[in-house]
């Protein structure tokens, strides 16, 4: 509220200070008191606005005293000099006023230099010389426009020429380090800055005005332009009381080019103006010092660039999450490596899968998830360096170029030992897939194939204690049982496996979701023979019987604690997209990504083979139903994903093909 008055009070003071030096003359008693009496006032105000300031708030302090000492050096100048030469015939010059009015200068760069570093986290070598080129062209300007007359009507007088071309190279400067300011925010400045502009770029006007019409004689007491100066006072002391906060510079949008165009464009123009008609040596001096800026910024704009470029491409070959190389870095280099391989210097290609790790992600979190990731590849790394290059291929899933093949399975077995993390609840291990270059492959796309393939074939062979000897057992009474079931179960795991690849899913999740589609229908087992084998089509109570297999294979597969994963798809993989499905009516993306796949790829194998009531179809009616029933029975990305795995394998392929799991 104070402060509120106190601004209505200085903008009432100011429009006195306007109405007295307007008034025409005869109004002499008004003319005395606005000129000098209410012109004293509002300096001293001013600088007590700041005092109050450095007093209130902590923040800032050291910066704002020194503003607070220009303010209060300039009133006292104006105070003496009014008071004690103003009125003298032949007053001396320089005085005592004018070394207090120079004061000001030092004080003030002191002030926007400190304020400079305490809001400022980080400052840009080009944005510094975005505000020196701006700074050098401003007084290049005003060293064009003021400087001749003021030397031509001080010369020779030497203290005379120095202390009055002082004021306008201060002002030159002050406004110069405003505009380097100015460049800092990215041409955003708040509040603060742009009243602590605004008043040194009232000064800067108000003393080349003055200056201008002194050497001209042309200067008259109590005019318009006295009310300039404590304006420009109370600008700057208003700036103190501006909110202000320690920001970046904002290095982003159109000002960060168009302003410091401007500012180059206009020493281009003061170039040529000076090309025709001739500039002082000053302003000369000046536009050269521009010039060489302006080169030194395009060369560090140069070299941003190149910086910019090369972190660009740093960041398309680097995981962002291991800092390894990435799939895009490893398909650069095999090339190279298959180059540099020879029978007589062989090279290496090993490819690594993580075991057990979605379950850690599902116990632990997806973040302790991607810790475990950073832990494991920097281990990978650190062991790899000596011997070739360590890669991230996405998931789970790493990648070894092998530069010395001879020490290929001591690297690779101590890369095992690196993707290697066990702890109380859980154990993260790998199975890997190795080839020998050039013997094994003949390209790069072969190599990654056989890799593959027999990273695959360890994965699928390797004991996994009780849930493995668990499906096996089960799909061992389900060949007793049921040899037609089984073969079916086989055919849907095989589809399944292929559109989870197409889909992207990881390899754990690959390896749940073939495990559900063997044991899908595990719960038929206590569904009678009679209602399995029954020709025609089922009656309502037949069918209540049917659809009860889901929930009974959930409790089948759930005793065992390693296939509660694949339990619970297997009790979803009967629900259909729209929610018509059983057991519990889900619908869209709330049923189980692995269970929509089981579900269609289940339909699929059941309409291409022959069944009890219905002679088997062709993949391409198959798929055509399925196609009529994306959307309402099945997920439509997995339908798409189910016929792009068709169009790519025959169709007998599709339901007679195994792939150990």
């Given at each position: 509220?104070?402060?509120?008055?106190?601004?209505?009070?200085?903008?009432?003071?100011?429009?006195?200070?306007?109405?007295?030096a307007v008034?025409?003359a005869?109004?002499?008693?008004?003319?005395?008191?606005a000129g000098?009496?209410?012109?004293?006032a509002?300096?001293?105000?001013?600088?007590?606005?700041?005092?109050?300031?450095?007093?209130?708030?902590?923040?800032?302090?050291?910066?704002?005293?020194c503003?607070?000492?220009?303010l209060?050096?300039?009133?006292?100048?104006?105070?003496?000099?009014?008071?004690?030469?103003?009125?003298?015939?032949?007053?001396p010059y320089?005085?005592i006023?004018?070394?207090?009015?120079?004061t000001?200068?030092?004080?003030?760069?002191?002030?926007i230099?400190?304020?400079?570093?305490?809001?400022?986290?980080?400052?840009?070598?080009?944005?510094?010389?975005?505000?020196?080129?701006?700074?050098?062209?401003?007084?290049?300007?005003?060293?064009?426009?003021?400087?001749?007359?003021?030397?031509?009507?001080?010369?020779?007088?030497a203290?005379?020429?120095?202390?009055?071309?002082a004021?306008?190279?201060?002002?030159?400067?002050?406004?110069?380090?405003?505009?380097g300011?100015?460049?800092?925010?990215?041409w955003?400045?708040?509040?603060?800055w742009?009243?602590?502009?605004?008043?040194l770029?009232?000064?800067?006007?108000?003393?080349?005005?003055?200056?201008?019409?002194?050497?001209?004689?042309?200067?008259?007491?109590g005019?318009?332009?006295d009310?300039?100066?404590?304006?420009?006072?109370?600008?700057?002391?208003?700036?103190?009381?501006?909110?202000?906060?320690?920001?970046?510079?904002?290095?982003?949008g159109?000002?960060?080019l168009?302003?410091?165009?401007?500012?180059?464009?206009g020493?281009?123009?003061?170039?040529?103006?000076?090309l025709?008609?001739?500039?002082?040596?000053?302003?000369?001096?000046l536009?050269?010092a521009?010039?060489?800026?302006?080169v030194v910024?395009?060369?560090?704009?140069?070299?941003?660039?190149l910086?910019?470029?090369?972190?660009?491409?740093n960041e398309?070959?680097?995981?962002p999450?291991?800092?390894?190389?990435?799939?895009?870095?490893?398909?650069?280099?095999?090339p190279?490596?298959?180059?540099r391989?020879?029978?007589?210097?062989?090279?290496a290609?090993?490819?690594?899968?993580?075991?057990?790790?979605?379950?850690?992600?599902?116990?632990?979190?997806?973040?302790?998830g991607?810790a475990?990731?950073v832990?494991?590849?920097?281990?990978?790394?650190?062991?790899?360096?000596p011997?070739?290059?360590?890669y991230r291929?996405g998931?789970?899933?790493f990648?070894?170029?092998?530069?010395?093949?001879a020490?290929?399975?001591?690297v690779?077995?101590a890369?095992s030992?690196?993707?290697?993390?066990?702890?109380?609840?859980?154990?993260?291990s790998s199975?890997?897939?190795?080839?020998?270059?050039?013997?094994?492959?003949?390209?790069?796309?072969?190599a990654?194939?056989?890799a593959?393939?027999?990273?695959?074939?360890q994965?699928d062979g390797?004991?996994?204690g009780?849930?493995r000897?668990?499906?096996?057992?089960?799909l061992?009474v389900?060949?007793?049982?049921?040899?037609?079931?089984?073969?079916?179960?086989?055919?849907?795991?095989?589809?399944?496996?292929?559109?989870?690849e197409?889909?992207?899913?990881?390899s754990?999740?690959?390896?749940?979701?073939?495990?559900?589609?063997?044991?899908?229908?595990?719960?038929?087992?206590?569904?009678?023979?009679?209602i399995?084998?029954?020709?025609?089509p089922?009656d309502?109570?037949?069918?209540?019987?049917?659809?009860?297999?889901?929930?009974?294979g959930?409790?089948i597969?759930?005793?065992a604690?390693?296939?509660?994963?694949?339990?619970?798809?297997?009790r979803?993989?009967h629900?259909?997209?729209?929610?018509?499905?059983?057991?519990?009516?889900?619908?869209?993306?709330?049923?189980?990504l692995?269970?929509?796949?089981v579900?269609?790829?289940?339909?699929?194998d059941?309409?291409?083979?022959?069944?009890?009531y219905?002679p088997?179809?062709?993949?391409?009616?198959?798929?055509?139903?399925?196609?009529?029933?994306a959307g309402?029975?099945?997920?439509?990305?997995?339908?798409?994903?189910l016929?792009?795995?068709?169009?790519?394998?025959?169709?007998?392929e599709?339901?007679?093909?195994?792939?150990p799991?």
């Amino acid at each position: 509220m104070a402060l509120r008055s106190l601004k209505a009070s200085l903008i009432v003071a100011l429009a006195t200070s306007v109405v007295a030096a307007v008034t025409p003359a005869g109004g002499a008693r008004l003319d005395a008191f606005a000129g000098i009496t209410l012109h004293n006032a509002l300096m001293v105000v001013a600088g007590l606005m700041v005092a109050v300031r450095v007093v209130a708030e902590r923040s800032e302090r050291a910066a704002w005293i020194c503003v607070g000492v220009a303010l209060v050096t300039y009133a006292a100048g104006e105070i003496v000099w009014n008071s004690a030469f103003a009125t003298l015939d032949e007053p001396p010059y320089p005085s005592i006023a004018d070394a207090l009015w120079l004061t000001f200068y030092p004080a003030s760069y002191a002030g926007i230099v400190l304020l400079s570093r305490a809001r400022f986290r980080e400052l840009n070598a080009s944005v510094w010389l975005d505000g020196l080129v701006g700074a050098l062209v401003v007084a290049a300007l005003g060293a064009t426009l003021v400087f001749p007359t003021v030397l031509d009507a001080t010369e020779g007088d030497a203290a005379a020429v120095a202390t009055t071309l002082a004021y306008p190279l201060g002002d030159l400067m002050l406004l110069g380090i405003v505009v380097g300011v100015f460049a800092l925010t990215g041409w955003r400045p708040g509040r603060g800055w742009v009243f602590i502009g605004a008043g040194l770029a009232t000064n800067a006007v108000a003393d080349s005005i003055y200056t201008y019409q002194s050497a001209k004689g042309t200067w008259v007491d109590g005019s318009i332009f006295d009310v300039l100066f404590p304006l420009a006072a109370l600008l700057i002391a208003w700036s103190a009381w501006q909110p202000a906060g320690k920001r970046a510079p904002a290095l982003d949008g159109r000002r960060v080019l168009v302003v410091p165009s401007a500012f180059m464009l206009g020493a281009l123009a003061l170039m040529g103006y000076g090309l025709f008609a001739g500039v002082n040596e000053l302003a000369a001096a000046l536009l050269l010092a521009a010039g060489l800026a302006i080169v030194v910024r395009f060369a560090l704009t140069f070299r941003e660039y190149l910086a910019m470029l090369a972190l660009t491409r740093n960041e398309a070959t680097t995981d962002p999450l291991t800092g390894l190389a990435n799939r895009r870095a490893l398909m650069r280099d095999l090339p190279a490596i298959f180059e540099r391989a020879t029978p007589e210097e062989p090279r290496a290609l090993a490819l690594f899968d993580l075991n057990g790790f979605k379950r850690y992600n599902d116990t632990f979190g997806h973040p302790a998830g991607d810790a475990l990731l950073v832990r494991l590849g920097a281990s990978l790394s650190a062991m790899a360096r000596p011997f070739g290059c360590a890669y991230r291929l996405g998931g789970d899933e790493f990648c070894l170029l092998i530069e010395r093949a001879a020490q290929m399975d001591a690297v690779i077995a101590a890369a095992s030992q690196a993707l290697t993390e066990q702890g109380e609840g859980f154990e993260v291990s790998s199975s890997h897939g190795k080839v020998l270059l050039p013997a094994e492959a003949a390209d790069p796309r072969d190599a990654l194939q056989l890799a593959d393939q027999r990273m695959y074939a360890q994965k699928d062979g390797r004991p996994s204690g009780a849930g493995r000897q668990t499906r096996d057992v089960l799909l061992g009474v389900l060949r007793e049982r049921q040899p037609e079931l089984h073969d079916h179960l086989r055919g849907v795991a095989t589809l399944a496996h292929a559109v989870g690849e197409r889909l992207g899913m990881g390899s754990e999740e690959l390896d749940v979701v073939t495990r559900a589609a063997e044991l899908h229908d595990i719960g038929k087992m206590g569904v009678p023979d009679a209602i399995l084998s029954k020709p025609g089509p089922l009656d309502e109570q037949e069918w209540s019987f049917m659809r009860r297999h889901t929930i009974i294979g959930e409790r089948i597969l759930g005793a065992a604690e390693a296939l509660r994963p694949v339990a619970r798809i297997v009790r979803s993989s009967h629900e259909r997209f729209d929610g018509a499905g059983y057991p519990d009516r889900l619908a869209g993306e709330d049923i189980p990504l692995g269970a929509r796949v089981v579900f269609a790829c289940d339909a699929f194998d059941a309409m291409v083979s022959r069944r009890p009531y219905a002679p088997p179809s062709t993949a391409e009616r198959a798929l055509a139903e399925l196609r009529s029933c994306a959307g309402s029975q099945f997920d439509p990305a997995v339908v798409e994903a189910l016929e792009g795995v068709a169009a790519e394998k025959a169709p007998v392929e599709l339901s007679t093909a195994r792939r150990p799991s």
